[in-house]
């Protein structure tokens, strides 16, 4: 079945810092993939998303994240981290068929931003 | 354009008991899906509604229902309600049915004591 993984359930990093979140997915086919983005107490945003056309995906907030095939990933890159980044952060591909669509989700990652 | 709204916030009920849960879709939406999103997890999917129908369904047991109305809004049922029913339930809504894009509210926290 088609999956995503993300690995570390927490990331830490400083303000200014690179961020770098990682997913990896497993699938027969080319998937549609996403990341959104959860603050406390909130619903998911939607980051970016993967739909077969550029292998590099700008989104919101200064993120973006590189389709790579051969490594099987979709890693959420952000090159200076602010303090209002932190949230959580899933994964999520898109399974289905023409008259239906559902997310899978990973199990997320924490992004903490200390000062 | 309005966004997804969900009703009510919070919610406390006690084990054994019924909940029902409110979603309104994103202005000019027709097919509307439920997640659920229990503590440190991410969003499981419950089921999909679609021109007042259900139009798939997860791994859940029959006492999660939905129902969806002409306007696109939706209902989640939970009967029985267990402890580990416990959680953010998400509502989403997409233009039409099989596309990818779907459009997240607030949730709405479920505690069951």
């Known amino acids: 079945a088609q999956s995503v993984t993300q690995l570390g359930s927490h990331v830490s990093v400083s303000e200014g810092a690179l961020v770098l ?29 993967y739909t077969s056309a550029a292998t590099l995906v700008k989104g919101i907030n200064g993120f973006e994240a590189e389709f790579k095939k051969s490594e099987t990933s979709f890693h959420l890159t952000k090159p200076s981290a ?16 023409t008259g239906f669509q559902k997310l899978v989700f990973g199990t997320g990652t924490r992004l903490l931003v200390s000062p | ?6 009703s009510p916030t919070h919610l406390i009920k ?7 849960l409110r979603c309104s879709s994103q202005s000019g ?14 969003p499981q999917f419950i089921f999909q509604y679609y021109r007042e129908e259900e139009n798939g ?13 002409p306007n696109y809004s939706s209902e989640l049922n939970v009967n029985a ?9 998400l509502c989403a809504s997409s233009a039409r049915r099989g596309t990818y894009e779907q459009y997240f509210g607030p949730g709405t926290r479920l505690t069951v004591t």
Request: glycine content about 8%; some cysteine; aromatic content about 14%.
């Open chain 1, 21 to 49: 979140l990682r997913c990896n997915y497993s699938s027969s086919v080319p998937p549609y993939l996403f990341w959104y983005v959860q603050y406390p107490n909130q619903g998911l945003q939607l980051l970016l998303k």
């Open chain 1, 82 to 97: 602010h303090m209002s980044d932190a949230a959580e952060y899933f994964c999520a591909v898109s399974l289905g068929n």
């Open chain 2, 1 to 6: 354009e309005t966004g997804v709204t969900q």
């Open chain 2, 14 to 20: 006690t084990r054994g008991q019924q909940v029902t």
């Open chain 2, 29 to 42: 939406h027709n097919t509307v899906s439920w997640y659920q999103q229990a503590l440190g997890q991410g």
């Open chain 2, 57 to 69: 369904r997860g791994n859940f047991p029959p006492r999660f229902s939905g129902l969806q109305f």
């Open chain 2, 81 to 89: 309600l267990e402890l580990d029913d416990s959680a953010l339930y």
